[in-house]
C-alpha cells in the first residue's frame, strides 16, 4: 500500500482543515488506518485511527470533539476533519495503515509521507 496525504497548510486559530490520505496498491478496505503527528523536537504520537469498515473510531483525548476521522472506501481515502484548530495542533501530520489499528505505530505497516499543518494564534 501507498500512502499520499495531503491538505495541510497554514490557518488560524479556530479554523479548519480537512487532512486527506489516498492509498494505492492493495485493496485499502483490507486496512485499518491512522492519522499520526510530530512536532519540532517531540516524538510523533497518535491523534486517531479508524477500523477497517470505518465502524470503529478512537481519538487522542486533545482531539476529541474537535477532530473527526472517516474513510470512503470506494475511493481508497482517509480523511482528518480538524476544526477549531489550535496552535499546539501545529505539526506535520502523517497518515499510517495496518492489518489492525490503534494508537501504536507499530500496529502500521504503511506510512505516507507528512503534510505540514501551521496554525498560527
Known amino acids: 500500500v501507498q500512502l499520499q496525504a495531503c491538505g495541510g497548510g497554514l490557518v488560524q486559530a479556530g479554523d479548519s482543515l480537512r487532512l486527506s490520505c489516498a492509498a494505492s496498491g492493495r485493496a485499502f478496505s483490507t486496512n485499518g488506518a491512522g492519522w499520526f503527528r510530530q512536532a519540532p523536537g517531540k516524538e510523533r504520537e497518535f491523534v486517531a485511527a479508524?477500523?477497517?469498515?470505518?465502524?470503529?473510531?478512537t481519538y487522542k483525548n486533545s482531539v476529541k470533539g474537535r477532530f473527526t476521522i472517516f474513510r470512503d472506501n470506494a475511493k481508497n481515502t482517509v480523511y482528518l476533519q480538524m476544526n477549531s484548530l489550535k496552535p499546539e495542533d501545529t505539526c506535520v501530520y502523517y497518515c499510517?495503515?495496518?492489518?489492525?489499528?490503534?494508537?501504536?505505530?507499530?500496529?502500521?505497516?504503511?506510512w505516507g509521507r507528512g503534510t505540514q499543518v501551521t496554525v498560527s494564534s
Open positions: 499510517a495503515a495496518g492489518v489492525g489499528y490503534g494508537i501504536q505505530e507499530g500496529m502500521y505497516g504503511y
Open positions: 479508524i477500523s477497517r469498515n470505518g465502524g470503529t473510531t
